[in-house]
Nanobody
């Protein structure tokens, strides 16, 4: 059973930065495509970024492109989300997700393992 544990959320002022971490345990981490999603109150969960098992391929939502960077360290079984130039509209619970599917989309139903989420709040 794979477990994902996020950390690094918090309160930050607009324009600031945060780095989220997601530690994985229990299965071959390097074989998983990892992703970050977020969910604001009364909104659907939305895709933020994903990274291939090797780390050689990344995809970002247009809303975060150029401000967020996803990376991974397979030796530490950890994926990161570096967030810069944060905006109030980035406020949400951020979730780490994993999948071992070959064809991976940017929708939540492509991922079968989720963390518990970490709150990010950006004040104006």
């Amino acid at each position: 059973q794979v477990q994902l544990v996020e950390s690094g959320g918090g309160l930050v002022q607009a324009g600031g930065s945060l780095r989220l971490s997601c530690a994985a345990s229990g299965r071959a981490f390097s074989g998983a495509t990892m992703a970050w999603f977020r969910q604001a109150p009364d909104k659907e969960r939305e895709f933020v970024a994903k990274i291939s098992g090797s780390g050689g391929s990344t995809v970002y939502a247009d809303s975060v492109k150029g401000r967020f960077t996803i990376s991974r360290d397979n030796a530490k079984n950890t994926v990161y989300l570096q967030m810069s130039s944060l905006k109030p509209e980035d406020t949400a619970v951020y979730y780490c997700a994993a999948t071992w599917l070959i064809l991976v989309r940017t929708t939540p139903d492509s991922y079968n393992t989720w963390g518990q989420g970490t709150q990010v709040t950006v004040s104006s």
